[in-house]
């Protein structure tokens, strides 16, 4: 049975959908480079001043990686939950297109929190929006995990409690991040270097749970 059929639905398939969602993720993640900026040649004359122009960009750098990480992450999750929907109604389209707004600040964000990593509050900024990214992610699992018809005949609520689980972690992080901030501490962006441990850990624990669930 074709999804737009359903009353609830808005009306065009869902793969337009995805293909708009893929797209903002896709052009996010590209404009997180224009924020490192290279200054004029004019103004290097020698492999010492290279070098003192490349450390200086370190801060843009690393914050560069983290948004680019985060946002793969980001991208996996909501890809992974629209394929386990059979359509998408109006609610969750108009949370989409919060949730895409706010990803297209992060490129900013991310630039403004790297050209002040001495100051808490431009930290407090990037990790302000994605803290709201990740709760609107979150908020998506959530809502789909309580409007069943959403999904494919072959998805329950339940198959949808491991990645709900895992789109927590974000938040946690960008609020733990704020914290840290709004007590004086810089870098406090650091703390998304986290992320890739505590996944690893969830895939680990999750690698042993299955065997345990089987038997």
């Known amino acids: 049975m074709d999804g737009n059929l359903h009353p609830d639905s808005i009306g065009f398939s869902k793969s337009r959908f995805e293909a708009l969602t893929d797209g903002i993720f896709a052009i996010a993640m590209t404009l997180l480079v224009l924020g490192i900026a290279v200054p004029a040649h004019e103004t290097i004359r020698s492999s010492t001043a290279l070098v003192d122009v490349l450390t200086g960009l370190l801060p843009d750098l690393i914050h560069y990686v983290i948004a680019f990480f985060i946002l793969h992450g980001m991208w996996i999750s909501h890809h992974l939950l629209s394929r386990r929907m059979?359509?998408?109604?109006?609610?969750?389209?108009?949370?989409?297109?919060?949730?895409?707004?706010?990803i297209c600040v992060i490129p900013f964000?991310?630039?403004?929190?790297?050209?002040?990593?001495?100051?808490?509050?431009?930290?407090?900024?990037?990790?302000?929006?994605?803290?709201?990214?990740?709760?609107?992610?979150?908020?998506?699992?959530?809502?789909?995990?309580?409007?069943?018809?959403?999904?494919?005949?072959?998805?329950?609520?339940?198959?949808?409690?491991?990645?709900?689980?895992?789109?927590?972690?974000?938040?946690?992080?960008?609020?733990?991040?704020?914290?840290?901030?709004?007590?004086g501490i810089t870098w406090s962006t650091g703390v998304y270097l986290l992320l890739p441990v505590i996944f690893w850990g969830m895939s680990i624990a999750g690698r042993r749970e299955k065997p345990e669930h089987q038997g």
């Open 86 to 102: 059979t359509y998408i109604n109006r609610p969750f389209l108009n949370m989409n297109l919060f949730l895409l707004m706010a």
């Open 109 to 183: 964000t991310t630039s403004f929190s790297g050209d002040f990593t001495d100051i808490p509050l431009a930290a407090i900024v990037l990790e302000a929006n994605l803290l709201v990214v990740g709760l609107l992610l979150l908020l998506q699992w959530w809502y789909v995990a309580r409007t069943p018809h959403l999904l494919a005949p072959e998805f329950t609520p339940a198959d949808l409690h491991k990645g709900a689980v895992r789109a927590r972690v974000i938040p946690a992080i960008s609020a733990l991040g704020i914290m840290l901030a709004l007590l």
